[in-house]
């Protein structure tokens, strides 16, 4: 059974930082592409950033030079660390794992980050 365990989830200020961080299980981490994917009340589920398992990263254009997605492959552990937070980025943060080559994906129970202006 894969579990992603998120954490890192707040009430914040217009211009603070948060780093969200997801922990899997070790089970072939490595191989598998990592994301973070957010949902706003009456909203769809977005892609906020990915990176795969080749350390490639790709970030929606509203946070692009804010938000920094990053793994650590020992600590089977994906990090999202957000700068110059807006009000629009309040949302439920998911944590989301692929493995590709397998056709599984897996979603974590959400974080909730809310910045208020």
């Known amino acids: 059974q894969v579990q992603l365990v998120e954490s890192g989830g707040g009430s914040v200020q217009a211009g603070d930082s948060l780093r969200l961080s997801c922990e899997a299980s070790p089970i072939r981490f490595r191989f598998s592409n990592m994301a973070w994917y957010r949902q706003a009340p009456g909203q769809q589920r977005d892609l906020v950033a990915e990176?795969?398992?080749?350390?490639?990263?790709n970030y929606t254009a509203s946070v692009k030079g804010r938000f920094t997605i990053s793994r650590d492959n020992a600590k089977n552990t994906v990090y999202l660390q957000m700068n110059r937070l807006k009000p629009e980025d309040t949302a439920v943060y998911y944590c989301?794992?692929?493995?590709?080559?397998?056709?599984?994906?897996?979603w974590g129970q959400g974080t909730q980050v809310t910045v208020s202006s």
């Open positions: 990176i795969t398992s080749p350390m490639k990263t």
């Open positions: 989301n794992q692929k493995f590709p080559a397998l056709g599984l994906e897996y």
